[in-house]
């Protein structure tokens, strides 16, 4: 159970990385956006919305933190929820883990040997599973029997389960948000904008800008 565990996790930290480094090698993370006319009525957190870039956010969640992608998107409100809901699931994982010796052995039918009886943290057991038969003298196969987690292990499924869940929710709604806010604010003041013409002196041609 608790590889399965580490390995869900894995998955999505590597899901997470490997998009956040193919952005890094097509995007322009580095680059500052170009100084241009701003309309008047234009407040700061639409200027910032315009300008945020999804390369940004995934190079951000390059960092195996839930919640990093809504903090640049400026929902800081729901990036602690996750970051909260992520850390909820790690108390849970070692909760989980430490009633993980609590649990049952699994039941068979074969005859069983124990070792190191009445020790809950080192008792094994194994089942004898008959393979053979020199004379009278049975051979014997030990295959070991694992507990069933016992109460920890839905508590660590728990916790895999929500920090998987808060890394995968914030990569994608995160991407969603920032294009969301970006198209809003581009489509309120792209309405607004006009094509001007001015002729240029010394030369026959026509200047065209934009102007709100």
Do not use: C
């Not at 945020?52 to 992608?69: D, E, H, K, Q």
């Not at 609590?102 to 809950?120: H, M, P, Q, S, Y």
């Amino acid at each position: 159970m608790r590889k399965y565990a580490l390995g869900i996790v894995g998955l999505a930290l590597a899901f997470v990385v490997t998009s956040s480094a193919v952005a890094q090698g097509t995007g322009d993370v580095l680059n500052e956006a170009p100084l241009i006319p701003i309309p008047k009525d234009m407040t700061y957190e639409e200027y910032q919305d315009m300008n945020r870039r999804i390369s940004t956010g995934l190079m951000r969640s390059a960092i195996p933190v839930p919640g990093m992608m809504h903090f640049y998107a400026g929902e800081p409100t729901t990036g602690k929820w996750l970051l909260a809901t992520s850390l909820a699931g790690v108390a849970s994982i070692i909760a989980g883990a430490a009633l993980w010796e609590d649990g049952e052995f699994a039941d068979t039918d074969f005859d069983v040997l124990t070792i190191n009886a009445g020790d809950n943290g080192k008792e094994r057991r194994y089942e004898q599973i008959p393979v053979s038969l020199e004379g009278e003298t049975p051979k014997y196969r030990l295959r070991e029997l694992q507990r069933d987690g016992g109460a920890g292990g839905p508590l660590v499924a728990l916790g895999v389960i929500a920090i998987a869940g808060s890394m995968i929710y914030d990569f994608l709604h995160g991407i969603q948000v920032i294009e969301t806010k970006r198209d809003r604010v581009r489509f309120k003041y792209g309405k607004r904008l006009k094509l001007q013409a001015a002729a240029r002196t010394g030369t026959p041609s026509v200047a065209l800008s934009y102007a709100f």
